[in-house]
């Protein structure tokens, strides 16, 4: 576990680096935008050259450690077990009316005479109907 541990803060420190390094150049590829002489390492176009390798190189090294420790933790992951203790066997709905909540309506009976009597038509005005 204490290699898994290294692994995460390397690959930490890699991943600050690669953050600086990305932010350091310029948008246009000029670099850290140092003048000099047109030729030699800290030039515009040594500088863009340098930030330009250093992060691939950063890249590649974050994604490497972070296959690895991918991988690390599927290995380490695979001995715990579930926690059962808090698993609800019960219907929820079930003890409702006895713990004090709203109780469900019971389910209409099967009379068939009862279902073929239509409503009366409500009437719109409030007032008694003319016969």
């Known amino acids: 576990m204490s290699l898994f541990i290294f ?10 680096a690669l ?3 990305i932010l350091i150049q310029k948008s246009e ?5 140092v003048g000099g002489s047109p030729a030699g390492f800290m030039s515009a176009r040594g500088a863009a050259d340098f930030l330009t390798r250093m992060t691939s190189i950063l890249a590649a090294l974050f994604v490497g450690l972070s296959i690895v420790l ?3 933790a599927v290995n380490t992951g695979g001995t715990r077990s579930l926690d059962t203790s808090l698993q609800r066997t019960a219907d929820p ?5 006895q713990q004090g909540g709203a109780q ?3 389910a209409p009976a ?3 005479s009862a279902a073929a009597v239509p409503a009366a ?3 719109p005005l409030g007032g008694a109907a003319k016969q």
């Open 7 to 16: 692994l995460t803060v390397i690959q930490a420190l890699v991943a600050a």
């Open 19 to 21: 953050v600086g390094v």
């Open 29 to 33: 590829g000029g670099g850290l935008g």
């Open 70 to 72: 991918a991988a690390m």
């Open 93 to 97: 709905l079930a003890g409702q009316s």
């Open 104 to 106: 469900q309506p019971a």
């Open 110 to 112: 099967a009379d068939p």
């Open 121 to 123: 038509p409500a009437d």
